[in-house]
């Protein structure tokens, strides 16, 4: 199991919130919001387009989504059902 996480954030700045986050897994950049439109979680907010909705998706081996759950930006994903859930794949 590999566990990325990736925002319209720049490079330089996941490294700065990895570091104060202690997080082990990479932070990829969706720079110009690909991935955000690929995947159907783009909004427009506060003028801006192709800002991405809070989601997780889990996507298995073969590169099929398992599991798609977008959140309220006011809203903490359930790291308990999302490791029950990977660890189902």
């Known amino acids: ?3 990325l996480g990736i925002s319209r954030d720049s490079p ?3 490294n700065a919130y990895a570091a104060r986050q202690s997080l082990t897994f990479p932070l990829l950049s ?3 919001g690909d991935a955000v ?3 159907g979680v783009a909004q427009v907010l506060d003028g801006l387009t ?4 809070r989601s997780c998706f889990l996507i298995d ?3 099929m989504i398992r599991l798609a759950r977008i959140y309220d930006d006011d809203e ?3 790291l308990d ?3 029950a859930a990977a660890r189902e794949l």
């Open 1 to 3: 199991m590999r566990i």
């Open 12 to 14: 330089y700045s996941h």
């Open 30 to 32: 969706d720079w110009n």
């Open 37 to 39: 439109r690929a995947f």
């Open 50 to 53: 192709d800002v991405p909705r």
């Open 61 to 63: 081996g073969d590169g």
């Open 76 to 78: 903490v994903p359930d």
């Open 81 to 83: 059902e999302l490791v």
